[in-house]
C-alpha cells in the first residue's frame, strides 16, 4: 500500500533557528500533500496544502513566512518553521494520497518540534 | 463549513467487550469518510475508508457504518483488547472542500486488561 515517510521523527532547536521537516512519498507520486498541526490532546487541525510546482495554500489563521512550504517534486514536500519559537512546538504531520479519492489518505509518522 | 464530532471523547472498558465509538458531520456532501487510529505521539494509521456510496465496510474485528443521510459513522470494535487502546480519529472529504480533510476530536479507548 502507499507509504508515507517523514523525517525527522523528533527534534529540539533553539529559538530563533529554522527546522526542516520532509514528507516523501515513497510508492507513489503526489501532486498534493497536506500539513497538519496537532496539539496535545487535540486533533488534527490543517495548516496548508501543498502543490508540486505551484506555491502552497495556507489555511486561515497560519503565517505563511513563517511555515515555509515547498514541494519540487512529485515525491518530496517540506515544511520550514523559521524562526522558532517555543509555541511552535507542536507535533506536525503530512499525508498524501495515491490515486483519487476512491482511495484513502496516508500519514506520515508525524515530527514532534520542542522550540527551547 | 463541515464540522465533525465525535462521541464520547474518552472511553474505558475491560477486555472483552463490544464497543462502539460514534462520528457525526454537518455537511452531508461528502466523498468518503476514514476511520483512523492514532498511538501516542504517532502519526495516523487509516483503519477503514467508506465511500459515499457504501453503507459499511468490515476489516477484523472492526466494522463501520456509515449513514450519509443522516450525517452519521459509527465504528464498532468487537472484543476488544489492551492492544486497541489508542485514539480513533474520524475524518471526512468534503465534495466542496479541495479534497481536503475535516477531523473529529477523536475518541480515546482504553482497555483494560
Known amino acids: 500500500g502507499a507509504v508515507v515517510s517523514q523525517h525527522p521523527s523528533w527534534v529540539i532547536c533553539k529559538s530563533g533557528t529554522s527546522v526542516k521537516i520532509e514528507c516523501r512519498s515513497l510508492?507513489?507520486?503526489?501532486?498534493?500533500m497536506f500539513w497538519y498541526r496537532q496539539f496535545p490532546k487535540q486533533s488534527l487541525m490543517l495548516m496548508a496544502t501543498s502543490n508540486e510546482g505551484s506555491k502552497a495554500t495556507y489555511e486561515q489563521g497560519v503565517e505563511k513566512d513563517k511555515f515555509l512550504i515547498n514541494h519540487a517534486s512529485l515525491t518530496l514536500s517540506t515544511l520550514t518553521v523559521t524562526s522558532a519559537h517555543p509555541e511552535d512546538s507542536s507535533f506536525y504531520i503530512c499525508s498524501a494520497r495515491d490515486r483519487g479519492y476512491f482511495y484513502g489518505y496516508t500519514f506520515g509518522s508525524g515530527t514532534r518540534l520542542t522550540v527551547v | 463549513k463541515q464540522e465533525v464530532t465525535q462521541i464520547p471523547a474518552a472511553l474505558s472498558v475491560p477486555e472483552g467487550e463490544n464497543l462502539v465509538l460514534n462520528c457525526s458531520f454537518t455537511d452531508s456532501a461528502i466523498y468518503n469518510l476514514q476511520w483512523f487510529r492514532q498511538d501516542p505521539g504517532k502519526g495516523l494509521t487509516s483503519l477503514l475508508l467508506i465511500q459515499s456510496s457504501q453503507r459499511e465496510q468490515t476489516s477484523g474485528r472492526l466494522n463501520a457504518s456509515l449513514d450519509k443521510s443522516s450525517g452519521r459513522s459509527t465504528l464498532y470494535i468487537a472484543a476488544s483488547q489492551p492492544g486497541d487502546s489508542a485514539t480513533y480519529l474520524c475524518a471526512v472529504e468534503d465534495n466542496n472542500a479541495g479534497n481536503m480533510l475535516t477531523f473529529g476530536g477523536g475518541t480515546r479507548l482504553m482497555v483494560k486488561p
Open positions: 510508492d507513489f507520486q503526489a501532486t498534493t
